[in-house]
């Protein structure tokens, strides 16, 4: 076993089971290698990278991966709802998409950020995110496309949570319904809402976004696990 200590991407090219390599760089703590790829953490959990996305209304928004996970940035903002969204096929239900998600939100209305189920042939959207709208809340939307919004169909309104460094969101299918929970530990979750899974439309993707309604914006995505 090595353990070696550097950035992200210099992580040793022929690692052997066990090696272990701390990070000078990155948004997790260390890489433990399995056997056949490296294991990341954070605080101790065992986090999975997120996979390959497709971007949908990618304006001026850029991503990186250079630090672990993906982080996505729009520095120009908007001057009206744009979400910046990156989404793959949603898994066969029932299934969980459970995210963690590192925040950069500013205390200005109507910023936006986290997990959202999609419809591709109309575009609409249901968003669970992280925001501000007077204050911290956590919000479930219905959007008819990444630019129009209709409707909140749920608010939890916490500045605690909107000041934590994690959150972890957890989109659900189960066959009969659409779920909607979020965490600050990643163990613990709170269901905020719940709709029939064709309740305004059928989600074949999933994904998750930013939207820089007035101002500059970035997060980072550091895990994506499906189950």
């Not at 056949?36 to 954070?42: K, N, Q, V």
Request: net charge neutral.
């Amino acid at each position: 076993m090595a353990i070696t200590t550097g950035t992200y991407a210099g992580k040793p090219g022929a690692p052997s089971s066990g090696d272990i390599h701390f990070l000078t760089d990155s948004f997790y703590d260390l890489l433990y290698y399995n056997g056949a790829s490296w294991d990341h953490l954070r605080h101790g959990k065992l986090l999975t990278l997120p996979p390959s996305f497709a971007w949908i209304n990618q304006g001026t928004a850029s991503v990186s991966t250079t630090n672990g996970g993906e982080t996505l940035t729009d520095a120009a903002g908007a001057s009206a709802h744009q979400c910046r969204i990156r989404k793959t096929a949603a898994p066969s239900t029932p299934y969980t998409v459970t995210m963690a998600y590192l925040p950069t939100l500013r205390g200005a209305n109507y910023l936006f950020g986290g997990a959202l189920f999609r419809e591709s042939s109309s575009g609409k959207l249901r968003s669970l995110h992280l925001g501000f709208n007077a204050a911290g809340v956590i919000e479930v939307y219905a959007w008819n496309s990444p630019t129009a919004p209709v409707t909140q169909l749920a608010v939890f309104r916490s500045e605690v949570l909107f000041s934590s460094p994690l959150i972890f969101w957890r989109l659900e299918d189960d066959g009969t319904n659409r779920k909607f929970h979020f965490s600050g530990d990643g163990i613990n979750f709170i269901q905020l809402y719940s709709e029939g899974r064709t309740t305004g439309m059928t989600a074949n993707e999933v994904g998750w976004f930013i939207d820089p309604y007035s101002q500059a914006q970035t997060a980072t995505l550091i895990h994506w696990k499906e189950a």
